[in-house]
């Protein structure tokens, strides 16, 4: 058997019942064939395979604490920290209940690549809890994020690992997160990245996500001749990502006519109004009935079980962003059907291994998440630079930043797949471009 076929039974036989962490190392195996196969003896030797899909470290923690009735609450928490040949791990947490530790090694095995695309130094690391925000009040939250952090807080440091958000983790969690791990460290550094514009934040931090999706979508189309203004775009999510990807596309002239929360989605044909929906979701944390009760034009539809209704709508560019798996060949039948010319992953993994393939093989231009949603760990690493220095840059300065990454990582990932002969597959162009440099920092630093 070749390597890559040998580490991909590894993988699966030593992290039993973790099938996102096994569909996500499959994703990015299979792409490194063929650099793989060119030095295979040397990389089975180092067993560099093996070290890349196994955790540096992986820490997993009680989370008592108290809710509104006194009664006590137990959470499960995470912090796998993955890899750091090329810097601090980074990457955010996530509180929702479906987490578990297989969730976790897949955002953090994904972060790796993602980050080493960025060009910036931070390694990858991911984490988070079961616990569940919605219909928590400020101060069940408040007392989950001080619990949580009096275990996290002797994992982490600014040159250790640096966390940030994720779903279910916003500025309010940050901010709870931080005030407590100052309080136990009596340190006041750049622990954490998201954080609130008084105490560290880096203006357009917020709105990276999605705008990095965007400048890298519109980089994408370019470059395949087609222009961004006036395309109509269905994305799904209701959250961080969602928000500033629908906000940035309609400043760049393109109609988005959806979103989606976990109980429905929505169809506005006369494009979604992000006002609306930021007072919806960001001020009132409340569903998305609300911003159709408000909006004659908005059609609502409750989400029936397995179905995943905006890919269903006429669109040229999909813009998955709310979770992972939440695009399947179904839904990629649908999309291709109805002329959708790109699909650019906002999210981590919404799409799956099945319908990349059904997208790709239909001339569906696709980007994955670890290119095209690394906007906001590429900011979260300005932060920290910003933190490093005590200095706070303008929102212009950072976000024409962002603009230059995005770009970069675009125009990356396009020579990674000419020069190893998959031109226009950009996830095989992402999987190698992030590959590569980590390989070579992992190599140098010997084994460790
Ligand atoms: P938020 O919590 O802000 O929003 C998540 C959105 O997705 C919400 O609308 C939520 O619905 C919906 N959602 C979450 N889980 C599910 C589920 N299991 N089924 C259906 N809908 C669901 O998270 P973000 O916007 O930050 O994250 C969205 C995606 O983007 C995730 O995959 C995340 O990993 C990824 N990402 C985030 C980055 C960031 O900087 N925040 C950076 C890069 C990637 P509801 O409103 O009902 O909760
Ligand atoms: O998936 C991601 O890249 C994030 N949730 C952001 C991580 C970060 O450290 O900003």
């Not at 079980?305 to 905006?310: A, I, L, R, T």
């Not at 998955?320 to 399947?328: F, I, K, M, R, W």
């Not at 000419?418 to 190698?432: D, H, L, P, S």
Request: charged share 25%; hydrophobic share 40%; with cysteine.
């Amino acid at each position: 058997m070749s390597y890559v076929d040998d580490v991909l039974s590894y993988v699966v036989e030593k992290n039993p019942a973790q099938p996102e962490f096994h569909q996500a190392v499959k994703e990015v195996l299979e792409s490194l064939r063929v650099v793989i196969e060119a030095n295979e003896e040397e990389y089975r030797k180092e067993a560099l395979l093996e070290r890349l899909v196994t955790p540096e470290r992986q820490i997993l923690f009680r989370v008592p604490w108290v809710d509104d009735k006194g009664q006590v609450q137990v959470n499960n928490g995470f912090r796998v920290q993955f890899n750091s040949a090329i810097g601090p791990y980074k990457g955010g947490l996530r509180f929702h209940p479906s987490v578990n530790l297989g969730i976790i090694k897949f955002l953090g095995f994904e972060q790796i690549f993602k980050n080493s695309l960025t060009g910036l130094p931070i390694g990858g690391g991911k984490g988070g809890s079961d616990f569940d925000p919605k219909g928590k009040s400020d101060r069940e939250v408040m007392a989950f994020c001080q619990s949580f952090m009096t275990e996290l807080y002797r994992h982490i440091g600014a040159d250790t690992d640096v966390p940030a958000g994720d779903i279910g983790v916003g500025g309010r969690e940050v901010g709870y997160l931080f005030g407590q791990y100052k309080r136990i460290r009596d340190t006041y550094e750049g622990v954490l990245t998201g954080k609130g514009l008084t105490f560290g934040g880096s203006l357009a931090r917020t709105e990276a996500t999605g705008y990095g999706l965007l400048y890298l979508t519109r980089a994408m189309l370019k470059a395949n001749g087609i222009d961004i203004k006036d395309k109509t775009i269905a994305v799904s999510g209701a959250g961080n990502v969602a928000i500033y990807a629908i906000q940035k596309a309609q400043q760049m002239g393109a109609k988005p006519v959806t979103c989606s929360d976990s109980t429905g989605w929505i169809y506005d044909p006369e494009g979604i109004d992000v006002a609306l929906l930021k007072e919806v979701k960001e001020v009132k944390r409340a569903r998305l009935t609300e911003y159709a009760a408000k909006r004659p034009s908005a059609q609502y539809h409750e989400k029936k079980n397995g179905e995943h209704g905006v890919w269903t709508v006429k669109c040229d560019i999909a813009l998955p962003c709310a979770t992972q798996n939440e695009l399947d060949l179904e839904d990629a039948k649908a999309l291709v059907a109805n002329g959708c010319k790109a699909v650019c992953e906002g999210a981590n993994m919404p799409t799956t291994i099945e319908a990349t393939e059904y997208l790709q093989a239909n001339k569906v231009f696709f980007v994955g998440g670890k290119a095209a949603n690394a906007g906001g760990v590429a900011t979260s690493a300005l932060e920290m630079s910003q933190n490093s220095e005590r200095l706070s840059w303008t929102f212009e300065e950072v976000d024409s930043k962002l603009q230059g990454i995005m770009e970069n990582i675009f125009a990356n990932i396009d020579a990674a797949a000419k020069k190893y002969g998959m031109e226009g597959n950009y996830v095989a162009g992402a999987n190698i471009a992030g590959f590569l440099k980590v390989a070579e920092a992992m190599k140098a630093q010997g084994v460790v």
